[in-house]
Nanobody, 116 residues
Framework: QVQLVESGGGLVQPGGSLRLSCVAS????????MKWYRQAPGKEREFVAE????????DYANSVKDRFTISRDNDKNTVYLQMNLLKPEDTAVYYC?????????WGPGTQVTVSS
């Protein structure tokens, strides 16, 4: 059974940092690209970042480039999202996602709130 579980969200002040984690199980994690998405209240879910199976290549939405860093530890079946210089507009539920080779799975999400 494929499972993704996010953690690390919370309330942070503008300019602060958070690190999200997503632990995967039920599939060979090291074979798959992993992505982070987010959904703010009243808005559609949007792409945030992606990392290749080896971790050698990454891609980011323009809105988070140079502030967020995606990484992974294939020994721990975990993908991370380091978020720095957070802004109120980063407030959203953050989801990790795996897609490909017959898989299309989402975690339940973790809430990130950026507010003073």
């Amino acid at each position: 059974q494929v499972q993704l579980v996010e953690s690390g969200g919370g309330l942070v002040q503008p300019g602060g940092s958070l690190r999200l984690s997503c632990v995967a199980s039920g599939f060979t994690f090291s074979n798959y690209f992993m992505k982070w998405y987010r959904q703010a209240p009243g808005k559609e879910r949007e792409f945030v970042a992606e990392i290749t199976s080896t971790g050698h290549l990454t891609d980011y939405a323009n809105s988070v480039k140079d502030r967020f860093t995606i990484s992974r530890d294939n020994d721990k079946n975990t993908v991370y999202l380091q978020m720095n210089l957070l802004k109120p507009e980063d407030t959203a539920v953050y989801y990790c996602h795996v897609l490909g080779r017959g898989l299309d799975a989402w975690g339940p999400g973790t809430q990130v709130t950026v507010s003073s």
